[in-house]
């Protein structure tokens, strides 16, 4: 079974500080990866994805994540973070489906709850 | 916008009482799923379908039921409900073409007292 680790539960930091969000996951075959952002009281959002290719990837609002195959990680990043960052952020992942062409559902970590303040 | 509504947006329910949940989309895509979300937790997976008629379980099936008789439609049925069932449900489609990746309905409160 697969599972996923989000190491920070609660992340204070202040403006224009630099983020890095720990994410490692467990799961013995091939991985789709994905970090999703949660504004208070609503929907989850999808910040970025890794597939394949180039482990760094780049998402919305300046945030980018670099895949680690070695350490089954998946750290989330962002340079400068702004007071509109304040969030749940959530690490996910699927591998891939049996029935090919679809996903079996996410297995999501348990989130980081990050404040940022002014 | 992914084309996701839930209904209804909050609900309050006590005990032992049956509760449905829908989830509808726009966009007629093959593969749709709920999830529950609770502090420290995270979102698990209760159920999935991958097209009409055809569902599976998920992590945290127990207690829950779906049904899927339309492309469009995705219920979830809490046959008798339980104060463990209170929750936050999140209906996802899997967008045709990006299979793997899943977006989000706008979510349903429910309490059951």
């Known amino acids: 079974a697969q599972s996923v680790s989000q190491h920070n539960h609660h992340v204070i930091l202040s403006e224009a500080a630099s983020l890095e969000l720990g994410c490692n996951y467990s799961?013995?075959?091939?991985?789709?990866l994905f970090w999703y952002v949660q504004y208070p009281g609503q929907h989850l959002q999808l910040l970025l994805k890794y597939f394949s290719g180039d482990p760094l990837v780049k998402g919305i609002k300046g945030f980018e994540a670099e895949f680690i195959k070695s350490k089954f990680s998946f750290n989330l990043r962002k340079p400068s973070v702004q007071w509109s960052d304040t969030a749940e952020y959530f690490c996910?992942?699927?591998?891939?489906?049996?029935?090919?062409?679809?996903?079996?559902?996410?297995?999501f970590g348990k989130g980081t709850h990050l404040i940022i303040q002014p | 916008d992914a084309g996701i509504t839930q209904s209804p947006r909050h609900k309050v329910t006590e005990t032992g009482t049956p509760v449905t949940l829908r989830c509808h989309q726009t966009e007629n895509h093959r593969y749709m799923y709920w999830y529950r979300q609770d502090p420290g937790h995270g979102l698990r997976l209760i159920h999935y379908s991958y097209g009409v008629k055809d569902t599976d379980k998920g992590e945290v099936s127990d207690g829950y039921s779906v049904s899927r008789s339309k492309t469009e439609d995705f219920l979830l049925t809490l046959e008798s409900a339980t104060s463990s069932q209170t929750s936050v449900y999140f209906c996802?489609?899997?967008?045709?073409?990006?299979?793997?990746?899943?977006?989000f309905g706008p979510g349903t409160r429910l309490t059951v007292l």
């Open positions: 799961y013995g075959g091939t991985v789709n």
């Open positions: 996910a992942v699927t591998g891939l489906a049996p029935r090919g062409g679809g996903a079996d559902g996410l297995t």
């Open positions: 996802a489609i899997g967008r045709t073409g990006e299979t793997d990746t899943q977006y």
